[in-house]
């Protein structure tokens, strides 16, 4: 395997690790649409705000959020517009492999 080849898996593979968390899936959710500051996402997720603060810092490490600091506030925002289709494509496998698991029981 060339060695930029592994590289880009091995970033995709961050990227796909920083994102495998119910709780982190959520946030990029809510994300998508408005940014939202640490306390915001602690009520959504029901969370204490140092798990929150830790999940931030996962996402944002792989460039998936960004924050911006208003006084005392960080408000934090989705930095890609292609999380919809993602999570389009996701909910479609899900769709798919319970269609094929109701066939197999048929």
């Not at 920083?18 to 990029?28: D, I, K, Q, V």
């Not at 959020?65 to 506030?73: F, H, I, P």
């Given at each position: 395997m060339k060695e930029k080849t592994r590289q880009q898996y091995e970033?995709?593979?961050?990227?796909?690790?920083?994102?495998?968390?119910?709780?982190?899936?959520?946030?990029?959710d809510l994300l998508q649409t408005?940014?939202?500051?640490?306390?915001?996402?602690?009520?959504?997720?029901?969370?204490?705000?140092?798990?929150?603060s830790k999940h931030l810092a996962i996402l944002k490490e792989v460039g998936l959020?960004?924050?911006?600091?208003?006084?005392?506030?960080n408000y934090y925002r989705v930095t890609c517009g292609c999380l919809d289709g993602f999570f389009s494509c996701m909910e479609t496998v899900l769709l798919s492999d319970l269609e094929a698991r109701k066939q197999s029981l048929e």
């Open positions: 970033a995709r593979a961050k990227i796909a690790k920083a994102m495998a968390h119910p709780s982190r899936l959520l946030m990029l408005q940014e939202l500051c640490v306390g915001d996402l602690t009520e959504q997720v029901r969370a204490d705000q140092s798990t929150v959020v960004a924050a911006r600091k208003e006084g005392a506030l």
